[in-house]
């Protein structure tokens, strides 16, 4: 009893709360964009030109949004992807930020913890999202949205879904299509090219 004691003080006297984390870096680092440029939906939801896959672009640190913790301008579930049960799903991601940064599907409850575990998905992560990646270059997955819910793309670097740095993703049994709505704006939805 007297281990597990002091295992639990020490690992609770260097926690700190999701609210305390410090991520200043973003906003005062000057290689994170100034995007001045308002995010379009059209820019970040499209289908293959067959229709049969939703290509999705998330940008990490698109603008100074949330101190540079958001995906496509929009953090703490302001932006949502709806896609179709059983729809195959492509995502690009690019972090702007010198701050590492991942994307993983996870269920919608888990953007409170510190840690994302698993993917809601198989294959639904970029790769190492603990560790993250920095700087401009691409990464990709895919993934089969197999499970209809409520779902996020969250950070998967330790405590930046917590701190607000996920947006929502549903996927529904009740659409043909996908859409994407930023903030409370129009919803968008895509048409093959």
């Not at 939801?45 to 995906?71: E, P, Q």
């Not at 930046?160 to 529904?172: C, R």
């Not at 659409?175 to 895509?190: A, D, E, Y």
Request: glycine share 10%.
């Amino acid at each position: 009893m007297s281990i597990a004691l002091v295992l639990w003080a020490s690992a609770s006297a260097g926690a700190q709360s999701p609210a305390a984390t410090n991520h200043d870096a973003h906003a005062a680092h000057p290689a994170v964009p100034a995007n001045e440029t308002p995010p379009k939906a059209e820019d970040f939801l499209s289908l293959s030109s067959d229709g049969k896959k939703v290509r999705i672009v998330i940008i990490s640190a698109f603008n100074g949004a949330n101190y540079g913790m958001n995906f496509n301008g929009f953090a703490k579930g302001q932006a949502k992807f709806v896609v179709p049960l059983g729809a195959d799903i492509e995502v690009s991601f690019t972090n702007r930020s010198p701050v590492p940064h991942s994307v993983v599907v996870v269920e919608r409850p888990q953007v409170k913890r510190l840690q994302m575990g698993d993917p809601a998905f198989e294959g639904g992560s970029s790769p190492n999202p603990v560790r993250g990646t920095t700087g401009a270059k691409g990464e990709s997955f895919q993934f089969k949205a197999s499970e209809a819910g409520d779902f996020a793309f969250a950070c998967g670097f330790p405590s930046h879904a917590a701190n607000g740095h996920w947006i929502a993703l549903e996927v529904s049994d009740k659409v043909k299509l996908p859409s994407l709505q930023l903030g409370g704006g129009s919803v968008f939805t895509p048409t093959a090219r």
